[in-house]
């Protein structure tokens, strides 16, 4: 067997990809064993992950795109007149991470400033293969390694000024993960001056697809991936002239970014709320981060903590700019076959179409109590202009190992087909939102055609949910504006009203 068919083997193996579009990626690479350590280092990537605060807007599916993984975030939003059958979903890009010809990774922050859309170029990590937190930070770097640069001495010096002499940390400067230990505050305001000053503008040419559309005309996908390849080279020219072949220690006095802030400008950003000193041991302070060096870009990193859940749900930790993967994963056994991700929303009568009703997404989870089996359905995200339960919420908890004598109520669906009750199973569920919880019992109702429905037994009200395929679901949708570049990847705040403009279904 030639060696390219054993690396396409390979490629064709971790299941990432159709073998067809295998066929397609290879034409952007050198060989199938480049396009294989691509998808190797950009596996533990592809899922789903969730931010630390209960809000509306934080889902982010990491998905294939084109030579490409590219991080979606789902918008709330509410069920179209296709349904979830046929419809499509509204999303956002938050960053995406392209394969070169060799097979190396470049990584794009995505983001939106005064109605112009931007790509913010930086580093990928080293990937854990077993990555559960995703970092955006910024690194310190003393050679050039792809994407574009900020100076921060003029940074510094307006700091400087802020800081008297008796305020400083003295002694042996502390370089393990400077910038995490930065204080909330800190963070944000270096995220902000470096993207302000490493930003492309997207040309048009490259503002247009991210994944190839699902298409039944050959000829109509064809053209998607001539776009694509064009796409995908221009950013990567864009990425490789960022600061090509600079020398950063022979030239430390130029910058390398023409739009550099002006030190005005940086005083004004700094707003004079330095904290100085770190206010706990261990942090650093913002002019011990300042003085490790100069230059400095963005870096996603992908590393492995140890985390505590509940429920599946992770407890996080209080870190700016952090997402955590969530552990959906495919049903290991007959008694699991409802785990994983189910969408849907609340209305009568059962019906997989509800045209703008709130979308809500469910994860299912399986877990052992007291021998036995209990099934846990986890709000991940909710479709309403305010939250009404938490990101994380157990939406109800069904005893599989207990069967339900409650009768369903209804015969026919809207469309008056008729529904037949294939099982049913005793549980409880949350019957009102944030202020005023209680719980209710209810039963779980599995439809022969594939839908499951709960029931709660008092209120009478319905939660009907199905299956989903966010890619599938993803790759015909409608793609909305991002936010502001540190604001799209992680949001800053709790709140807990729908902050995306625009909110609307599909």
Known sequence: MSSHKVWLFQCDKLGLVPYTTLIEWRKGVFSYKALCRFLVNIQPLIGTWVHRNPELMHV??????????????????????????????LWTPVFEILCNHVGSTSFFLHGRERGVDYVYPGLLKSVNKDCNVLLLEIEHRHQWAGGKLADLKNFAHEVDNEVSSSQRIVGQKRTEKPFIRLESDDRELVLEFVTSQVRDIVPDAANVLLFPRPRIDAVDSQQDFIVLHERRLLLLQMYERGNMNHDLKSDEGSPLNPTELGSSEVYKSLDCTCNYPASQAGDATLHEFLQLGDWVGLSLQAETKELYSCKYWPYRYEILSAFY??????????????????????????????????????FISYEETKGQQQMYANKILEGKSRVSRPNGSTMFVVNIDEPSMTIFPWNTDKQTNSISVKQSFKGEGISDGYRYRSIQPGSLFVLENGLIVFLWEHSRDLLTLKRLDLGELLRRGER???FPPVLNFAHLTSKYRNIYPGFSHF
């Open 325 to 362: 993967k969530f552990p959906i994963r495919a049903p290991k056994a007959c008694d699991e076959e409802f785990a994983g991700l189910w969408g849907g929303t609340f209305g009568l009568p059962p019906s997989a179409d509800k045209p703008g009703k709130p979308l809500f997404l469910i």
């Open 60 to 89: 982010v599916y990491v998905m294939p795109g084109f030579l490409s993984v590219v991080g979606c975030r789902i918008i709330p939003q509410k069920i179209g007149p296709l349904g979830l059958e046929d419809g499509s979903i």
């Open 480 to 482: 909305l504006p991002s």
